[in-house]
């Protein structure tokens, strides 16, 4: 029988948000990857309004992780359980629980408490192991504290919006236009180059230079891009975004319609407020910069669902 030791760690972190507005950003694990800087995306599998079943993929440095997540919620006690495994090390998990504690109205303590259980494996490995599975929870409370101590102004750096373009043309050809992004610079005038790095199939890393914004200089981006065909779907979210942009989500789908398919684009942004030129209160400031980021985001989107229209359309006369 292999030897097993149990790992265990607890860290606390004092936030300047209400303890509901913090309860409030750990239960919503779906809008974690708009709000925190690893989390990709969130799937969420089953919920039964306490216990849930989510896919979690995350970025650590260059590598794309993915992992299984069970959770109970408890709201009046303001916990969270969680079993944590990561796909490509089955039968380690890591368990642990979420705790948030009001410290008067403006104020809570947030404690992590987790345990993990390693088969035997040689000194080194098991020793970067826990190093980098120590590091994780002051990153995970960090990041947390960030976004949560902007509570009264978040939603104001928010903005969501779809795109859409009925198709007459094959599903198939439509998405292999948008999967392939490491053609875009071939098929699309604002991009002017894309590199592109696909260890594991589906899932995409990609430094992309474009100059799609309005003052027409390039700006380069990592993108991770998590790719479904038999869903019709693409995933992505940039790791790094030009101003005013803080963080940017989206997800490309195809939906069958009529004798064609419609191809939708919904995105998710949250800007920099020190960026968007608007100080606290300026509403029309802050007005101006989610114009700025709809247009600009709005205008590439078109460009690119008239171009896979076009090729898509152009691709069925050549086979008749």
């Known amino acids: 029988m292999p030897a097993q030791r149990v790992h265990t760690s607890e860290r606390t972190a004092r936030i300047a948000a209400p303890a509901g507005v ?77 705790t948030v504690q009001e410290r008067g109205t403006a104020h809570s303590l947030v404690t992590l408490r987790r345990h993990r259980t390693l088969d035997a494996a040689p000194a080194a490995a098991t020793a970067h192991s826990r190093r980098e599975w120590e590091s994780e929870p002051d990153l995970q409370l960090a990041h947390l504290t960030a976004v949560a101590e902007r509570w009264e102004h978040l939603d104001r750096l928010l903005l969501s919006f779809e795109d859409s373009a009925h198709i007459d043309g094959p599903a198939e050809l439509v998405y292999d236009f948008l999967h392939r992004i490491q053609d875009w610079p071939e098929r699309l005038p604002h991009v002017e180059s894309a590199e592109v790095s696909e260890d594991v199939p589906g899932v995409q890393l990609a430094a992309v230079d474009t100059c ?49 398919v419609r191809v939708v684009c919904a995105q998710q942004v949250m800007l920099r ?48």
């Open 22 to 98: 913090v309860y409030g950003l750990l239960a919503d694990a779906v809008r974690w990857p708009l709000l925190l800087p690893a989390p990709v995306h969130v799937e969420r599998i089953d919920f039964d309004g306490a216990r849930e079943r989510l896919r979690l993929w995350d970025v650590d440095g260059d590598r794309i992780r993915s992992h299984h997540l069970h959770r109970v919620l408890h709201p009046h006690a303001r916990t969270v359980e969680f079993e944590q495994e990561d796909t490509a090390r089955p039968g380690a998990p890591t368990t642990g629980t979420w």
């Open 212 to 260: 799609a914004t309005p003052d027409g200089r390039t700006r380069s981006t990592r993108v991770v891009r998590l790719c479904f065909p038999s869903a019709a779907r693409i995933v992505f979210k940039e790791l790094r975004t030009p101003e005013p942009l803080a963080a940017h989500t989206g997800e490309w789908s195809l939906v069958p319609e009529g004798d064609g």
């Open 273 to 320: 407020e020190d960026a968007t030129g608007a100080g606290p209160g300026d509403d029309a400031g802050l007005a101006e910069a989610r114009r700025h980021v709809r247009t600009w985001l709005g205008r590439a989107t078109a460009e690119t669902l008239r171009l896979a229209g076009w090729r898509a359309r152009t691709a069925v006369r050549r086979l008749r």
